[in-house]
């Protein structure tokens, strides 16, 4: 079953402007990990962020996690055209042997 | 260096056919998977080995076995196909199982007649 749901499944912006997207889940979890996937690619790895962690940065990409309300956001902050993708969260469990995809959130960037 | 490849890119098959897909990866992990996107975008996991032990199977029909000849080599063998297996199918490696960002190829797009 799946675990994460994105929110909003589109979201469409001006290159510049900042992109916030979100991730609910169901169960605890060990960590939570975003990724990009581009039109016809194998997805990409962004940020990992662990189940004691709160908020973490790479470049210009700005990932939280809320375990008392568990959710995740991801920030994107001074888009640029190159960043539309689709972006997925992913939950990993305490297993370590399973991790659930949500939907993901379809980023368009217009120049 | 492609870090996880897989072949075919495209595989356009008649019902009831048996094919297979391939994957290697040149990273040294320990685990490989095997995920289908439908075409909403879900991904869904599908198997999962770490050093040659299949780990979990998510509700796969047994239609769909994957084989592990060496650490760095995941197939996915495919039986009997059914229109509703038509998806993209993505390899995925990382080192120490979910704990760690997995690596995905580009995917295999499985087309049923």
């Known amino acids: 079953s799946q675990q994460g749901e994105e929110d909003p499944q589109a979201l469409s912006i001006q290159e510049g402007e900042n992109a916030t997207m979100n991730c609910s889940y169901k169960t605890s979890i060990n960590n939570l990990q975003w990724y990009r996937q581009n039109s016809g690619r194998g997805l990409v790895h962004l940020i990992l962020i662990r189940s004691n962690e709160r908020e973490k940065h790479s470049g210009r990409l700005r990932v939280t996690l809320d375990t008392s309300k568990k959710s995740s956001s991801l920030l994107i902050t001074a888009s640029r055209a190159a960043d539309t993708a689709s972006y997925f969260c992913?939950?990993?469990?305490?297993?370590?042997?399973?991790?659930?995809f949500g939907a993901g959130t379809r980023l368009t960037v217009k120049p | 260096d492609t870090a996880v490849s897989q072949t075919p890119k495209y595989l356009v098959t008649q019902m009831g056919n048996d094919k297979s897909i391939k994957c290697e990866q040149n990273?040294?992990?320990?685990?490989m998977y095997w995920y289908k996107q439908d075409s909403k975008k879900f991904l869904k996991i599908m198997f999962s080995y770490n050093n040659k032990e299949l780990i979990i199977n998510e509700t796969v029909p047994n239609r769909f076995s994957p084989k592990s000849p060496d650490k760095a080599h995941l197939n996915l063998h495919i039986n009997s196909l059914e229109l509703g297996d038509s998806a993209v199918y993505f390899c995925?490696?990382?080192?120490?199982?979910?704990?760690?960002?997995?690596?995905f190829g580009d995917g295999t797009r499985l087309s049923i007649l």
């Open positions: 992913a939950t990993a469990l305490y297993n370590n042997n399973d991790m659930r």
């Open positions: 990273l040294g992990h320990d685990t």
């Open positions: 995925a490696s990382s080192q120490g199982g979910t704990n760690q960002p997995q690596h």
